[in-house]
DNA sequence: ACCTGAACACCGTTCAAGT
DNA sequence: ACCTGAACACCGTTCAAGT
C-alpha cells in the first residue's frame, strides 16, 4: 500500500478558517444560533473544540464576527447598466434572500460586532445611486434607508409579525401575508421616495 | 419596637414578574445582553436565582421574551389629531429612541421570540393610515415599511456603521454622520412614497 | 505548527427540602 | 405559597503537554 505524501497523522483535511465559518454557519442555519457551541463545531469539523482556537485566536467572537462578515457583505453590483432602480431592486431581493436563508445570523448584525461588515455593502448602494445621477446627500440617505428597510423587514418576516392577531386567529387566510409581495411594494415605497 | 404587619421573613418587597424584567432590563442596558444570567438577575433582586423560576416558569426564555414586549410594544397614538405623516413621524422618532436606549435588546427583537410583541404597535400603524384615508392595502405595506426602516436603521445606528471606511479613516468628519438627521431624511423617504 | 486532555470558572435548570 | 441549597449537564477558555 502506497503512503500519500504529506499527509497529517489523522489522515484528514486541514483546518481553516473557512472551514471552520462554513462548519459554523451550518449549524446555525441547521439548528439555530443557540446550538453553536465550540464542543459542537469540534465534533461537525472532527477535531477538539480547543483546535479552534489555533485558528481564530480571539474564539467565539472572531467566530461570530466572520458569520455576520459571511452573511452581510454583499455589495450591489455598481458595473451594471440600466436604471438605478431596477439594480437596487435586484440587489434588494438577493439581500433580503439572504438574510432569510441565514435567520440565525440577523441577531448578530444587528449588534456592535464587526462594524466593517456592512461598509463595503452600503458603499456600493451609494455607488449605484451615484452613477445614477442622485445627489451626493440624497445618495447618502437613500442608501442608509434601502439598507435599514431591507434588514428591518427581513426581521419582521422572521418573526412573521401577523398584520392583527386577532384577524390572523379568526379570518383564516387574512394573517397570513404573502411576505414576498409585502417586501417588493415596500420596497416601491422606498425607492419611489428618493428625488 | 412595633411590628409592622404582614412582613415576610428577609422583610423585603416580594418578587414580582414586573420587578424581575425591570431589574433584567436595568442589567441588559448598563452590561450588556450577554451578561443577563439567572444568577446575576438573582443577585440584583437580592434573592437565589432559583426563586425566579417560581415567576417565570419557562425561565430565561420567559425572561427574554418579556424583555422584548417591554421594549417593541409601543403603539403609536391612533386618535391623535394632525396629518397621519406628522402622527407616524412623531411615533417614529419615540421609537427610535427607545430602540437606542434599549440597544442590548435589539438582539431579540430580530428573533422569532414573542411573535405578538409587536402585533399592537403594527395594528397601531395601519389604523393611523387608515383614518388618514390611506387605502387598506396600501395602509398595510406602509405600515411595515415603516416599522421595518424603523427598526432596520437603528440597527445600523448600533452599529454605528461608517458611511465608507475609507472616508471615516481618511477625511475626519465625514466618517460620522449625525443620525439623528440621517434617521428623519429616511424618514421623509419612506412617508414620501406612501401613495 | 498544530492538535489534545485535563482543568477552571462559569452557565441554565431540576429537585428535594425548608418555612 | 414562596424561596433555598445542592446537584447535574452543560458552557467558553487557559494551559501544559504531546506529535
Known amino acids: 500500500m502506497v503512503r500519500q505524501p504529506s499527509i497529517n497523522a489523522q489522515n484528514r483535511a486541514p483546518l481553516t478558517t473557512e472551514r471552520i465559518t462554513e462548519a459554523a454557519l451550518r449549524i446555525v442555519d441547521g439548528q439555530g444560533l443557540g446550538r453553536l457551541t465550540m464542543r459542537r463545531l469540534g465534533d461537525a469539523l472532527e477535531v477538539e473544540a480547543m483546535a479552534i482556537y489555533h485558528h481564530l485566536p480571539r474564539g467565539k467572537e472572531q467566530l461570530l464576527d466572520g458569520l455576520v462578515a459571511h452573511v452581510a457583505a454583499a455589495p450591489a453590483d455598481t458595473s451594471a447598466s440600466g436604471r438605478w432602480q431596477d439594480v437596487l431592486r435586484a440587489w434588494a431581493g438577493d439581500y433580503r434572500d439572504r438574510l432569510l436563508a441565514h435567520a440565525g445570523v440577523l441577531p448578530l448584525v444587528v449588534t456592535r460586532r464587526n462594524p466593517a461588515a456592512l461598509t463595503a455593502t452600503l458603499a456600493s448602494l451609494r455607488e449605484v445611486l451615484r452613477r445614477g445621477g442622485v445627489a451626493e446627500?440624497?445618495?447618502?440617505?437613500?442608501?442608509?434607508?434601502?439598507?435599514?428597510?431591507?434588514?428591518?423587514?427581513?426581521?419582521?418576516?422572521?418573526?412573521?409579525?401577523?398584520?392583527?392577531?386577532?384577524?390572523?386567529?379568526?379570518?383564516?387566510?387574512?394573517?397570513?401575508?404573502?411576505?414576498?409581495?409585502?417586501?417588493?411594494?415596500?420596497?416601491?415605497?422606498?425607492?419611489?421616495?428618493?428625488?
Chains 1, 2 share one sequence.
Open 137 to 195: 446627500d440624497a445618495a447618502a440617505v437613500a442608501a442608509h434607508t434601502l439598507l435599514g428597510y431591507v434588514i428591518g423587514h427581513a426581521a419582521l418576516e422572521v418573526r412573521g409579525t401577523a398584520e392583527d392577531g386577532a384577524a390572523a386567529r379568526t379570518a383564516a387566510g387574512d394573517g397570513d401575508v404573502d411576505w414576498g409581495a409585502r417586501f417588493r411594494a415596500g420596497l416601491d415605497v422606498v425607492l419611489g421616495g428618493v428625488r
